[in-house]
């Protein structure tokens, strides 16, 4: 029985993991049974499907259980999974240590998803916080806030989107929400009289696809190239919405260049369509600038922008924003007339005063220097060391790169080998619809929260483990 703990510090998702781990650990959950699907462990906790998935992704990368497609979730052999010597095969160890145990021999963790802790700006995020509650009196704590979000803050929204991503829209077309599932499943309500199919990058974001089947769409895939999203593909098609990231194509990091725009633009101008955009990992750009959104290009009529903090400040914010098109608004003021904000007015006012007191700004420069030292790193030691092992995908910008083999490892031995030497990379299986499609020989490796001394090693140890000379 899971429970959770909403005093404590500790992440929902990881305390769901952490209870799911050491059941499997005990044996309470044996190998081969099923894990409960993720939209029933969701309801029962009371928890986003989302989180639940989290979850269940991280004890899939460290092996204790197997994703299944179109079946779920199934408990792995654990035998060996504390072993990284023979000396140690069959030591023993105390269940409530075991998990522990893991983690200490783990050299270097590339996982997806977080932030280092030492970039957040914890002493100014103290200060404007501070600001923020002086700023609020009784009435804006016993009232409900603007349902699009607070005015004075989607004013501040729209003037950085103005500068830094080139979207020209007013306060009243951005709409606040918490998170990008959120942003989703708002879209999901607006279209369900409108449009009846979607097209998702394929691979790509596997949460944002569920989110619409779960609500009644249909979905088809759209293969990517180096270039981003096929659009010839895409005409072939019925699909009336597509959803895209043009920026940083997620897993591929494929970048889709001002041509390539114009033509999904007209698509979606020829048959009324629409383009969700979004600009996840925008601002983190390397060896460039980063390129003006598709909303930029095609001034708005067709393309629904969403932009979210969870990787240029804190996935715990969750905090994420969309600009409607003008023609969509007398739709949403007519659907969501009862709408409440997600998002509570106490973080809406934080995130008013970081961005009004020009802390944003400053902060991204800063997390754009620290981490392209990192980046500039990371490839450099690949290239010297495992030149003839791997290919690199999705350089220059974002936190995190694909490694193709060129050895003919698979995903699962790469995977392995990575684990037996004390380095976690992390399966991109998971982001095909259709995993036939898919090629079975990378892995994905996040530098966000890994430091440059764990980065050095991490990469040493990958290059032995890899290399096909020692097996």
């Not at 590339?110 to 923020?132: C, E």
């Not at 043009?246 to 260049?257: D, E, I, W």
């Amino acid at each position: 029985m899971i429970i959770l703990n909403n005093n404590v510090q500790t992440p929902i998702y990881i305390q769901i993991y952490e209870q799911l781990r050491d059941e499997i650990i005990r044996g309470e959950l044996p190998e081969g049974s099923k894990l409960v699907s993720t939209r029933y462990l969701a309801e029962s906790l009371a928890v986003g499907r989302n989180t639940v998935e989290k979850a269940y992704l991280q004890l899939s990368s460290e092996g204790y259980v197997e994703s299944r497609v179109g079946s779920g979730f199934y408990v792995q052999n654990i035998h060996n999974i504390f072993s990284l010597g023979n000396d140690r095969k069959n030591v023993e160890l105390p269940s409530e240590h075991k998990g522990r145990e893991l983690q200490e021999n783990i050299i270097c963790n590339f996982q997806y998803g977080y932030l280092s802790p030492q970039d957040f700006p914890q002493n100014i995020w103290r200060k404007v916080s501070m600001k923020a509650l002086a700023s609020l009196n009784a009435e804006d704590m016993t009232m409900y806030s603007d349902p699009k979000g607070e005015l004075q803050l989607r004013k501040e929204l729209a003037e950085y989107l103005r500068k830094s991503r080139g979207v020209i829209c007013s306060a009243e077309q951005i709409i606040l929400c918490s998170g990008l599932e959120s942003a989703l499943s708002l879209l999901s309500q607006l279209f369900r009289n409108t449009y009846s199919q979607i097209a998702f990058e394929e691979p790509g974001y596997f949460g944002a696809r569920e989110i619409f089947e779960h609500n009644g769409f249909n979905t088809v895939s759209v293969s990517v190239d180096k270039d981003g999203v096929n659009v010839k593909e895409l005409e072939k098609s019925s699909a009336q919405v597509i959803y895209v990231t043009p920026s940083h194509q997620f897993p591929t990091g494929a970048v889709m260049p001002i041509q390539k725009r114009f033509l999904l633009l007209e698509w979606a101008a020829k048959n009324n369509g629409i383009i969700i955009e979004d600009d996840y990992d925008s601002e983190l750009r390397y060896n460039t600038r980063p390129i003006p959104s598709i909303s930029n290009v095609s001034g708005n009529d067709n393309v629904i922008y969403i932009g979210t903090m969870s990787k240029s400040l804190s996935p715990s914010l969750r905090v994420s924003y969309m600009v409607l098109p003008q023609k969509w608004m007398k739709r949403y003021h007519e659907e969501f007339k009862l709408y409440q904000s997600p998002v509570s007015i106490i973080q809406q006012r934080i995130l008013y005063e970081f961005i009004y007191s020009g802390h944003f700004e400053s902060h991204l420069r800063k997390l754009c220097v620290i981490n392209k030292r990192k980046h500039d790193l990371l490839v450099r030691l690949i290239h010297e060391l495992m030149s003839n092992e791997v290919v690199i995908h999705g350089k220059h910008a974002g936190l995190h790169i694909l490694l193709e083999s060129t050895q003919g490892l698979t995903e699962k031995e790469m995977i392995d080998r990575a684990k037996e030497y004390g380095v976690l990379v992390y399966p991109v299986s998971i982001f095909w619809h259709d995993v036939k499609c898919y090629s079975n020989n990378m892995v994905l490796l996040s530098f966000g929260n890994v430091s440059e001394k764990q980065l050095i090693k991490g990469i040493e140890q990958l290059s032995k483990a890899w290399n096909n000379t020692i097996y």
